[in-house]
């Protein structure tokens, strides 16, 4: 259930730049996983960076990862469980610890017919650990939404079919969200994107460096339909998976998926029965509740088309089959073992190279979280976010903001209008906190102890009916797109905002107990990732109201994107692994906003000194400790196949690509480590790119 909804949460999020990619924390090395913020804020030692995780023998100027990090990460074990580990994991498994203690509670005290929230959360939770009666019930709660799909037999009802997956855990080929129009975000609109592939990215379909894993992927659907008892499965296998690379084939690259204009594209409903005829748009919407809209936002418009065209000239015992896997798919881990299993060989172990699952009591937490996440949200902040550390927090956002002022007045690239419209946008700019304003009501949702499958199913579409709710009214800007329990932070464009959630807001990111400059280097340095991402390559498309808009000059356009285009061209010649490079356009605005959050927290810091010299820590400086505490938050681990997908997939640039990438283009990094002509980050001050 969790995944299903994390789909619908993905589409949401897809107008917003994110810190992270899911959840991944740090700790330190041997030491078990921090039960406080205490404990975990002296994982890094008096004044807030663990200075035994470094390598001294590495040249700063070499690789300032390395230096800063590499003893830690070298000695750093991803436990079984994880794709991944460093400074986002363990924060987000502190995260689930805390919630898991709470939903333990919640749920000592069980009831037949749950009505308070708290009520909810502990047989929602009860009803996922208890696998005796999920292993009793077998396949048997796949039955009625199978039974849909055995009775499609015309292109009508498959088009139907779809638009009920935003209630249910079926399969679409289109993302469908409710969210503010893009050049009216006073109003929501319904939005559609590309879908329908269960790899990761149009890449494992089409280039012979996943062959391999395309190869796995087909015997895993042959397995899915074989646990169902589908017909001909490994045949309808071999379908399903041809299917899907036709897909892939008229599928925008994610790169392409960025522009938010080139993604706005305004249709009437019947313009797009007349664009695509072959698919029956009225049933589709009318599957999802939406039969009078009258008007669509369709995001990658020619490939939107041609699924509609490749679903028209594919047959119906295909398109049957690629319903049925992907429903088991998306229902996996609420099904008995041997699907459980199944779907983890093949997403957890081919794919990211994880050894073992998730034990059930946190996959448990996990998916409680995803179904009620704002009402386990307010318990958690109550318990673990002090009014104390919001005041700190919003003090220096305070601080990063007012440095961004002065950099954008003194900008010497952007002409005077341009510089007008920034400031205006700047001033306009939102901060929200640790938690939203106001919470969600779940008093709708229905959970009924022993019926996992059920209860996760209702969440679905009640997150669905909300979202409805929402069309023909104001749009809310108090709402989040995440929890308060999670490990990121993002920005919003519609909103001209920036989120915190409180479960970020903590070592090493956070660091009541630091020095200064670790904490502007640290928290200073996300503030201002996420301030800059509303002037990244595509942030800065977007008004000071939210609206997409053309507010730059053309000249000054120009000379932006000259600039970003060499800060992709550095990133771009980065190789992870043999053959495999950073895509710079995937990540362009993550590095815009690495570069611009970094500088900015350095600048935060200097004006905090009011003039004062930086006290010398250890032998080290202000100014180094400000880059010592970014690049501690990026002290992670990969394991390869997990690094691979993430190149390809992910926005975001590999940890050590966030830390010396960004560097090597800011002239006080060389001053305060003696970087010298000839060491391997060194670039000439004419090579070095400042945007922000």
């Given at each position: 259930?969790?995944?299903?909804?994390?789909?619908?949460?993905?589409?949401?999020?897809?107008?917003?730049?994110?810190?992270?990619?899911?959840?991944?924390?740090?700790?330190?090395?041997?030491?078990?996983?921090?039960?406080?913020?205490?404990a975990?804020?002296?994982?890094?030692?008096?004044?807030?960076?663990?200075?035994?995780?470094?390598?001294?023998?590495?040249?700063?100027?070499d690789?300032?990862?390395?230096?800063?990090?590499?003893?830690?990460?070298r000695?750093?074990?991803?436990?079984?469980?994880?794709?991944?580990?460093?400074?986002f994991?363990?924060?987000?498994?502190?995260?689930?610890?805390?919630t898991?203690?709470?939903?333990e509670?919640?749920?000592?005290?069980?009831?037949?017919e749950?009505?308070?929230?708290?009520?909810?959360?502990?047989?929602?939770?009860?009803t996922?650990?208890?696998a005796?009666?999920?292993?009793?019930?077998?396949?048997g709660?796949?039955?009625?939404?199978?039974?849909q799909?055995?009775?499609v037999?015309?292109?009508?009802?498959?088009?139907?079919?779809?638009?009920?997956?935003q209630?249910?855990?079926?399969?679409?080929?289109?993302?469908?969200?409710?969210?503010?129009d893009?050049?009216d975000?006073?109003?929501?609109?319904?939005?559609?994107?590309?879908?329908?592939?269960?790899?990761?990215?149009?890449?494992?379909?089409?280039?012979?460096?996943?062959?391999?894993?395309?190869?796995?992927?087909?015997?895993?659907?042959?397995?899915m339909?074989?646990?169902?008892g589908?017909?001909?499965?490994?045949?309808?296998?071999?379908?399903?998976?041809?299917?899907?690379?036709?897909?892939a084939?008229?599928?925008?690259?994610?790169?392409?998926?960025?522009?938010?204009?080139?993604?706005?594209?305004?249709m009437?409903?019947?313009?797009v029965?007349?664009?695509?005829?072959?698919?029956?748009w009225?049933?589709?919407?009318?599957g999802?509740?939406?039969?009078?809209?009258?008007?669509?936002?369709?995001?990658?418009?020619?490939?939107?088309?041609?699924?509609?065209?490749?679903?028209?000239?594919?047959?119906?015992?295909?398109?049957?089959?690629w319903?049925?896997?992907?429903?088991?798919?998306?229902a996996?881990?609420?099904l008995?073992?041997?699907?459980?299993?199944?779907?983890?060989?093949?997403?957890?172990?081919?794919?990211?190279?994880?050894?073992?699952?998730?034990?059930?009591?946190?996959?448990?937490?996990?998916?409680?979280?995803s179904?009620?996440?704002?009402?386990?949200?307010?318990?958690?902040?109550?318990?673990?976010?002090?009014?104390?550390?919001?005041?700190?927090?919003?003090?220096?956002?305070?601080?990063?903001?007012?440095?961004?002022?002065?950099?954008?007045?003194?900008n010497?690239?952007?002409?005077?209008?341009?510089?007008?419209?920034?400031?205006?946008?700047l001033?306009?700019?939102?901060?929200?906190?640790?938690?939203?304003n106001?919470?969600?009501?779940?008093?709708?949702?229905?959970?009924?102890?022993?019926?996992?499958?059920?209860?996760?199913?209702?969440?679905?579409?009640?997150e669905?009916?909300?979202?409805?709710?929402?069309l023909?009214?104001?749009?809310d800007?108090?709402?989040?797109?995440?929890t308060?329990?999670t490990?990121?932070?993002?920005?919003?464009?519609?909103f001209?905002?920036?989120?915190?959630?409180?479960?970020?807001?903590?070592p090493?990111?956070?660091?009541?107990?630091?020095?200064?400059?670790?904490?502007?280097?640290?928290?200073g340095?996300?503030?201002?990732?996420?301030?800059?991402?509303?002037?990244?390559?595509?942030?800065?498309?977007?008004?000071?109201?939210?609206?997409l808009?053309?507010w730059?000059?053309?000249?000054?356009?120009?000379?932006?994107?000259?600039?970003?285009?060499r800060?992709?061209?550095?990133f771009?010649a980065?190789?992870?692994?043999?053959?495999?490079?950073?895509?710079?356009?995937?990540?362009?605005?993550?590095?815009?906003?690495?570069?611009?959050?970094?500088?900015?927290g350095?600048?935060?810091y200097?004006?905090?000194?009011?003039?004062?010299?930086?006290p010398?820590?250890?032998?080290?400086s202000?100014?180094?400790?400000?880059?010592?505490?970014?690049?501690?938050?990026?002290?992670?681990?990969?394991?390869?196949d997990?690094?691979?997908?993430?190149?390809?997939?992910?926005?975001?640039?590999?940890?050590?690509?966030r830390?010396?990438?960004?560097?090597?283009?800011?002239?006080?990094?060389?001053?305060?480590?003696?970087?010298?002509?000839?060491?391997?980050?060194?670039l000439?001050?004419?090579?070095?790119?400042?945007?922000?």
């Open positions: 259930m969790e995944r299903r909804v994390a789909l619908i949460r993905r589409a949401r999020l897809l107008a917003t730049a994110t810190l992270c990619l899911g959840s991944v924390q740090a700790m330190a090395q041997g030491a078990p996983l921090a039960a406080t913020a205490t975990a804020a002296s994982a890094y030692g008096p004044w807030g960076f663990n200075l035994k995780g470094q390598d001294l023998s590495v040249v700063p100027g690789n300032f990862f390395e230096r800063a990090n590499g003893t830690y990460v000695d750093l074990v991803i436990p079984s469980d994880h794709s991944s580990w460093g400074a994991n363990i924060l987000a498994e502190l995260s689930r610890d805390r898991r203690a709470i939903l509670e919640l749920a000592k005290t069980p009831s037949q749950p009505t308070t929230i708290g009520q909810k959360l502990g047989a929602f939770y009860a996922y650990l208890d005796a009666t999920v292993e009793r019930k077998g396949a709660p796949l039955a009625p939404d199978l039974d799909i055995t009775k037999v015309d292109r009508s009802q498959f088009a139907h079919l779809l638009g009920t997956a209630r249910n855990f079926q399969s679409s080929l289109y993302g469908m969200v409710i969210a503010p893009p050049k975000p006073t109003v929501y609109s319904v939005q559609l994107a590309q879908s329908g592939l269960g790899l990761p990215d149009r890449d494992y379909y089409l280039k012979p460096e996943f062959a391999e894993k395309k190869a796995a992927y087909q015997s895993y659907v042959g397995q339909l074989d646990l169902i589908w017909p001909e499965s490994q045949l309808q296998a071999e379908a399903v998976v041809n299917f899907e690379t036709a897909i084939r008229k599928s925008w690259t994610r790169a392409e998926s960025r522009d938010p204009d080139k993604t706005y594209n305004p009437s409903v019947d313009d029965v007349r664009a695509a005829p072959g698919f029956d009225h049933a589709y919407l009318a999802a509740d939406l039969g009078s809209t009258t008007n669509v936002v369709l995001g990658e418009k020619s490939a939107i088309i041609d699924e509609a065209a490749i679903a028209a000239g594919t047959d119906l015992a295909t398109l049957r089959a319903l049925a896997f992907h429903l088991v798919d998306n996996a881990a609420l008995p073992k041997r699907f459980v299993d199944a779907h983890f060989a093949f997403a957890g172990k081919t794919l990211t190279g994880q050894p073992e699952n998730l034990p059930r009591e946190k996959l448990a937490a996990t998916a409680t979280s179904a009620m996440g704002m009402a386990l949200g307010e318990i958690y902040v109550g318990k673990y976010f002090t009014p104390a550390d919001r005041a700190t927090v919003r003090s220096l956002t305070d601080d990063l903001k007012a440095v961004f002022r002065i950099r954008l007045a003194h010497g690239w952007m002409s005077e209008p341009t510089k007008q419209e920034a400031l205006k946008k001033d306009m700019f939102a901060v929200q906190i640790g938690y939203p106001k919470w969600r009501d779940y008093s709708g949702l229905v959970v009924h102890p022993g019926d996992l499958y059920g209860n996760s199913e209702r969440s679905v579409g009640f669905w009916s909300y979202w409805l709710g929402h023909g009214k104001s749009v800007r108090d709402e989040w797109d995440m308060p329990q490990v990121n932070a993002y920005n919003n464009p519609p001209d905002e920036v989120v915190f959630p409180a479960a970020i807001l903590q090493p990111f956070f660091n009541r107990a630091a020095d200064p400059a670790i904490n502007y280097g640290a928290i340095g996300v503030i201002g990732h996420e301030m800059t991402h509303s002037f990244d390559d595509q942030g800065r498309k977007y008004d000071e109201t939210g609206k808009r053309d730059w000059t053309a000249e000054d356009a120009k000379r932006f994107d000259a600039r970003a285009a800060l992709g061209a550095q771009s980065m190789e992870p692994f043999p053959g495999l490079h950073i895509n710079g356009q995937l990540t362009m605005g993550e590095n815009i906003a690495d570069l611009g959050g970094l500088t900015l350095l600048d935060a200097h004006a905090s000194l009011h003039g004062h010299p930086a010398v820590i250890d032998g080290l202000g100014d180094q400790r400000v880059f010592l505490g970014w690049a501690q938050v990026w002290r992670a681990k990969l394991r390869d997990a690094a691979k997908q993430r190149l390809v997939s992910d926005p975001h640039s590999p940890p050590m690509a830390v010396n990438g960004p560097m090597r283009n800011i002239d006080a990094w060389y001053a305060a480590w003696h970087v010298e002509p000839g060491e391997a980050m060194y000439a001050p004419a090579d070095r790119v400042q945007i922000w």
